[in-house]
């Protein structure tokens, strides 16, 4: 048989396949599993987004190829958009770029900028394909590990001399998946100064920004004075408008960027169905009423399964921001053995943080899309394993 390529062969493996497995098998058994591992909301997509993909599949105008650099309709909303929610200006034309979901132009982007060699700079934990797309590109990965003391913040100081020299790239998530870490704004002057001095571009992935909570506002890198030089910055309608599979995201920043990572796509995919792009558009005129609902509806979530962890004498703090908790596991255990023995003994599955990368050793992931009742069922079933 023929091998595998030496990048695929490079690629991480992937760690949950243990969980899943087991949690498949749990289900065949017929257990009552309570399941905290996805990161995809459980409520449905609004009806009018529905309505509006319902409309604009039936006219014909939509069933052939779409423009690769998509619906000047939809690159106009998302212009307004990012107008009305950070006060940023982005010309629709040239700085604006669709998606297939915001995954797919964060594993791509790498191929417009990488060559045999070059560095991305990653967080660790972190989201996977910012490792997937730098190795599938012939990059390689410098890790900067994210830590408590740290506000789970990468020290730029930290990075070594050779790294940043050989550095095309580096990646950045906040709010964090997984850790819920916001970044400050300090850390943003500090990370476009870190980028302009060393010739490096900054990739902002935003998918969280519009899931905080306590009155936190998040703000778009792009928001920050000399960020347009340097800055992608990626978004996503999975998580604000519950539309994880539908598959819509977008790119905004640097003109340079948008035009780097749109020619690569035109070798890859022929645009988004142009029925699936004004249903964006429906979504993205929706006023603010939709999100407020589903953030009161996680904080809620959040508040209960925050408060009863404490009272088993877990660590773990609110997040102001995302659905997900990053909670220190209690006692010596692994993340592995950990989420193992939460299934087994409780029918609850848990995110191990290793599978984020090595400095998510040590913590696992909860996620708030389970409705209460079955949030407050999870907990009853730890206070009888504690
Ligand atoms: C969910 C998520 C995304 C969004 O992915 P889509 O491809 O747009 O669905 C992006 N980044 C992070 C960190 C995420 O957790």
Not at 217 to 244: C, W
């Given at each position: 048989?023929?091998?595998?390529?030496?990048?695929?062969?490079?690629?991480?493996?992937?760690?949950f396949l243990e969980?899943?497995?087991?949690?498949?098998k749990?289900?065949?058994?017929?257990r009552d599993?309570?399941?905290l591992g996805i990161?995809?909301p459980?409520?449905?997509?609004p009806?009018?987004i529905?309505?509006?993909?319902?409309?604009?599949?039936r006219?014909p105008?939509?069933h052939r190829y779409a423009?690769?650099q998509g619906?000047p309709?939809?690159?106009?909303?998302?212009?307004?958009?990012?107008?009305a929610r950070?006060?940023?200006n982005?010309a629709?034309?040239t700085q604006?770029?669709p998606?297939i979901?915001?995954?797919e132009g964060?594993?791509h982007f790498p191929l417009a900028?990488?060559?045999?060699?070059d560095?991305?700079l990653?967080?660790d934990?972190?989201?996977p394909?910012y490792?997937?797309?730098t190795?599938l590109?012939?990059?390689?990965?410098?890790?900067m590990p994210?830590?408590?003391?740290?506000?789970?913040?990468p020290?730029?100081?930290r990075?070594?001399?050779?790294a940043r020299?050989?550095?095309?790239?580096?990646f950045v998530?906040?709010?964090n998946?997984?850790t819920?870490?916001c970044?400050?704004?300090?850390?943003?002057?500090e990370?476009i100064?870190?980028?302009?001095r060393?010739?490096i571009i900054?990739?902002?992935d935003l998918a969280?920004?519009?899931?905080?909570y306590?009155?936190?506002k998040?703000?778009?890198l792009?928001?920050?004075?000399?960020?347009?030089?340097?800055?992608?910055?990626f978004?996503s309608l999975s998580?604000?408008?519950?539309?994880?599979g539908?598959?819509l995201?977008w790119?905004?920043g640097?003109?340079r960027?948008?035009a780097a990572?749109?020619?690569?796509?035109?070798?890859?995919d022929?645009?988004?169905f142009?029925?699936?792009?004004l249903?964006g558009?429906a979504a993205?005129?929706?006023?603010?009423?939709?999100?407020?609902?589903?953030?009161?509806?996680?904080?809620?979530r959040?508040?209960?399964?925050?408060?009863g962890l404490?009272?088993?004498g877990?660590q773990?703090?609110?997040?102001?921001a995302?659905?997900?908790l990053?909670i220190?596991?209690?006692?010596?255990?692994?993340?592995?053995?950990?989420?193992s023995?939460?299934l087994k003994e409780a029918?609850i599955?848990a995110t191990?943080g290793?599978?984020?990368?090595?400095?998510?050793?040590g913590?696992?992931?909860m996620a708030?899309t389970?409705?209460k009742?079955?949030?407050r069922?999870?907990?009853e079933?730890?206070?009888?394993?504690?």
């Amino acid at each position: 048989m023929l091998r595998l390529s030496k990048k695929v062969q490079s690629l991480p493996p992937y760690l949950f396949l243990e969980i899943d497995k087991a949690k498949r098998k749990a289900r065949q058994e017929g257990r009552d599993i309570i399941d905290l591992g996805i990161g995809d909301p459980d409520q449905p997509t609004p009806m009018h987004i529905i309505d509006a993909l319902n409309q604009a599949a039936r006219d014909p105008a939509n069933h052939r190829y779409a423009l690769d650099q998509g619906m000047p309709a939809l690159r106009q909303a998302i212009a307004s958009w990012y107008k009305a929610r950070f006060n940023v200006n982005l010309a629709p034309d040239t700085q604006i770029l669709p998606l297939i979901g915001s995954k797919e132009g964060i594993a791509h982007f790498p191929l417009a900028f990488l060559n045999a060699g070059d560095i991305s700079l990653i967080p660790d934990p972190c989201y996977p394909p910012y490792k997937g797309g730098t190795i599938l590109a012939g990059g390689s990965a410098h890790l900067m590990p994210l830590l408590e003391e740290n506000n789970f913040l990468p020290d730029l100081k930290r990075i070594p001399f050779l790294a940043r020299k050989k550095a095309k790239m580096i990646f950045v998530n906040y709010p964090n998946n997984p850790t819920n870490a916001c970044a400050s704004d300090g850390f943003y002057r500090e990370l476009i100064d870190f980028a302009k001095r060393n010739k490096i571009i900054v990739i902002s992935d935003l998918a969280y920004s519009e899931m905080v909570y306590d009155g936190y506002k998040a703000r778009s890198l792009l928001e920050f004075p000399g960020a347009q030089d340097v800055v992608i910055e990626f978004h996503s309608l999975s998580k604000t408008y519950n539309m994880t599979g539908w598959r819509l995201g977008w790119a905004s920043g640097n003109p340079r960027l948008i035009a780097a990572l749109a020619k690569v796509k035109s070798n890859i995919d022929s645009g988004i169905f142009s029925a699936i792009q004004l249903a964006g558009v429906a979504a993205l005129s929706t006023g603010q009423d939709f999100t407020a609902k589903m953030c009161q509806l996680y904080q809620e979530r959040r508040d209960i399964l925050v408060s009863g962890l404490q009272s088993l004498g877990w660590q773990v703090t609110k997040p102001k921001a995302t659905f997900y908790l990053w909670i220190k596991i209690p006692g010596s255990s692994d993340s592995m053995s950990f989420a193992s023995r939460l299934l087994k003994e409780a029918d609850i599955v848990a995110t191990p943080g290793v599978g984020f990368g090595r400095y998510g050793e040590g913590y696992i992931r909860m996620a708030l899309t389970v409705p209460k009742e079955r949030i407050r069922e999870a907990l009853e079933r730890l206070k009888k394993i504690s």
